[in-house]
Every structure is written in C-alpha cells, then in structure tokens.
C-alpha cells in the first residue's frame, strides 16, 4: 500500500506561483509513474501533469509552459510547481500513482485547494 498527501494549496492571486507537495509512506515511489490531477466544482477530473519513474514528464497544452512536475527519491516526495496561475486553475489538486504499464492509478492522495483570485 502506498499512502499519498498532498499539501502546499492555498489562496493566491492571478500570475503568483505555488508549489504542490505529494509525500508518499508505506513504499517507495521510484518505481511509480506520479500523476497529477485537478478537479474544479461541477466539472469532471482532469490531467494537468505525469512524472514517470525515470524522471519523464508530460503536460497537456493549457498548463505546458507554467507547471512543472518532479521528484525527490531521498524524500519519496514529488511536486509540481505552478507559475503564473490564472483564475481557470482553481481546483482542488491530486496526487496519484500508478505502476509502470498500467492503465489506471493505483493511490490517490486526499487533495489540496488551489484558489486563485483575479
């Protein structure tokens, strides 16, 4: 079993940063391609990054440029930092992992609230 929390949300304002924290217990995570998701009130869960075991990442068009994903081993902790947020990047963030070769995820963190104000 792998335990995933998140923490560094909060409140900021348009074109600050924030960087997203996924600490992991119970394995380590370098064997696991890490994840993360959003998920904004009324509207479905969506991919903002992947991270994979050896260090890959991949992004989808609207956040390319401004997030970046990566891991520590020494602290089985990845991140993802967020630059120049906007408005439309208010959700609440997840964390999630997933063996290599494998279609869904595995661990899910609890979330934390990213909200950014105009």
């Known amino acids: 079993q792998v335990q995933l929390v998140e923490s560094g949300g909060g409140l900021v304002q348009a074109g600050d940063s924030l960087r997203l924290s996924c600490a992991a217990s119970g394995r380590t995570l370098s064997s696991y391609h890490m994840g993360w998701f959003r998920q904004a009130p009324g509207k479905e869960r969506e991919f903002v990054a992947l991270i994979t075991s050896g260090g890959t990442t991949y992004y989808p068009d609207f956040v390319k440029g401004r997030f970046t994903a990566s891991r520590d081993s020494a602290k089985n902790t990845v991140f993802l930092q967020m630059n120049n947020l906007k408005p439309e990047d208010t959700a609440v963030y997840y964390c999630?992992?997933?063996?290599?070769?494998?279609?869904?995820?595995?661990?899910w963190g609890q979330g934390t609230q990213v909200t950014v104000s105009s």
């Open positions: 999630a992992a997933k063996v290599s070769g494998a279609s869904a995820y595995d661990y």
